[in-house]
């Protein structure tokens, strides 16, 4: 008897999701709709369309989006459709696919009308439409990531369950195939070089222990095509990069102090390194106290023009120790503050739109997003904010409670460490610049998470 009860509450629980879920549907179609022929004013859309004129990388922009930008804008060209609803196509589109490929491989539903559900419960959540519409690469982004998790995942489980029966030339076909949506998304975001990385070494795992066949040097050929992808990446990339790339240790110091700044009252100089107070004209570093951002910037430059690369990253290493020594407690907490912002968006926005000190990038978003329709993008983005915050809660306690249903959620597992590795890279970008569209897809596997649990609460019979 209490079993049922259980089952009952089960799927009416599922019920409320679809319902909320399906409304968010329709409420993001639409605004979808009345936004479609609007350019959304991102000072960021601004940067991208000149970038695309020359193709020459200086930021975190990898070389996809621009190029792909500048071959619409040339087609489009004094034509009835203008380049930006081009990109709106193409990135919703791209999004619908991806997020179909998960739901078929990763969450094998029988019914097809499941799938085209799942899919439009993640493509149209209203932080991902924002980047759907918009002349960003976050939207792409977030595709090439969802690609790449969903056959990540689905390549080891094959392996972990029939790998003494496949071959070697399989292995080489599954690694070339992830490591291609590895390639697409480290091409659009230079960070997601590393953050990929992850995801095939997971593969690379599953073929090394499951993999009997062949030779010793037979059995490298797949550790040999990860290599090839990535000697193709920075080639690309480093054909389009103007500056040369800081080495790893150098990122390594200054993102440190960059993130330290963000928590630390700059006016008490006393920990301020000599090299710097001694260098840097007295305006700048009178900026730099009223905004930390002045420090990774212009602040940063001028240094650098006086002692050099390698010199400017130690000085800034300095500093992070001695901040770091005076305010361990409030360093700490606003960096975990921060990449749990980063590990759960939806909270995040919530509590910067509602008031926070520090609300980043959130407001400047959300102003972006209301221009055309203010009451509804309101209605749209609050509210379905807080849905997600109380399903998020059910869902956790939902995976506490039961065992079996954490053993079906388990292969979200993959896209768990590109969310860990992505929060924990942009939580040292600073307190103050936090942005939902670098978190776009931890926002949509959350989403596909509601999705799926709900799928599975009303119907035992649809693995999820």
């Known amino acids: 008897m209490p079993n049922n009860a259980g089952k009952k509450l089960s799927r009416i629980f599922g019920s409320c999701v679809f319902l909320l879920l399906s409304a968010q549907i329709v409420i993001g179609c639409v605004w979808g709709i009345l936004n479609f022929t609007s350019f959304q004013q991102f000072p960021e859309s601004a940067e991208m369309i000149l970038l695309s004129s020359g193709l020459s990388l200086k930021s975190d922009t990898s070389v996809i989006y621009p190029a792909l930008l500048l071959i619409i804008r040339a087609l489009t060209l004094n034509g009835p459709v203008r380049f930006y609803e081009v990109m709106y196509v193409l990135q919703l589109v791209l999004a619908f696919v991806s997020w179909y490929t998960f739901a078929v491989k990763v969450l094998p539903f029988e019914k097809r009308f499941l799938r085209v559900w799942f899919s439009l419960a993640v493509v149209t959540n ?108 920075h080639l690309i990339d480093g054909t389009f990069r103007v500056s040369t790339p800081l080495l790893p240790t150098d990122v390594i110091k200054r993102s440190a102090y960059t993130r330290i700044a963000w928590t630390e009252d700059l006016a008490n100089k006393y920990v301020w390194p000599q090299q710097v107070t001694g260098t840097v004209g007295s305006n700048l570093m009178g900026e730099a106290m009223i905004d930390p951002g002045i420090v990774r910037t212009r602040f940063t430059g001028a240094v650098e023009a006086e002692y050099g690369r390698k010199e400017t990253s130690d000085i800034f290493a300095k500093w992070f120790f001695n901040s770091f020594r005076d305010n361990k ?23 910067a739109l509602s008031g926070r000190l520090l609300p980043g990038f959130a407001t400047g978003n959300y102003d972006v997003m209301r221009r055309n329709n203010a009451l509804l993008t309101k209605f749209y983005l609050r509210l379905t904010s807080t849905v997600y915050i109380f399903l998020a809660t059910a869902s956790v306690l939902a995976l506490i409670a039961g065992k079996e249903l954490f053993r079906r959620v388990r292969m979200f597992a993959p896209a768990a460490v590109v969310i860990l590795l992505s929060s924990l890279a942009y939580t040292f970008y600073g307190s103050n610049v936090w942005d939902h569209k670098k978190a776009l897809f931890t926002t949509c596997i959350w989403v596909g998470l509601f999705a799926a649990l709900c799928i599975r609460s009303i119907s035992g019979k649809e693995e999820a």
């Open 126 to 233: 209203p932080f991902a439409m924002q980047c759907h519409l918009a002349v960003l690469e976050f939207s792409f982004v977030s595709s090439f990531l969802c690609l790449l998790v969903t056959f990540t995942v689905r390549f080891s489980l094959e392996w972990k369950k029939l790998g003494s029966r496949y071959d070697l030339k399989t292995a080489v076909k599954h690694v070339c195939v992830t490591s291609l949506f590895w390639m697409l998304v480290s091409l659009t975001r230079k960070e997601f070089v590393f953050i990929g990385f992850f995801c095939i070494l997971i593969l690379l795992y599953q073929i090394g222990v499951n993999l009997r066949a062949g030779t010793k040097l037979s059995k490298f050929s797949p550790v040999i095509v990860f290599i090839v992808f990535f000697a193709v990446i």
């Open 329 to 351: 407690k409030g360093i700490i907490k606003s960096a975990l503050t921060d990449m749990a912002g980063y590990v759960f968006p939806p909270a995040e926005n919530e509590s």
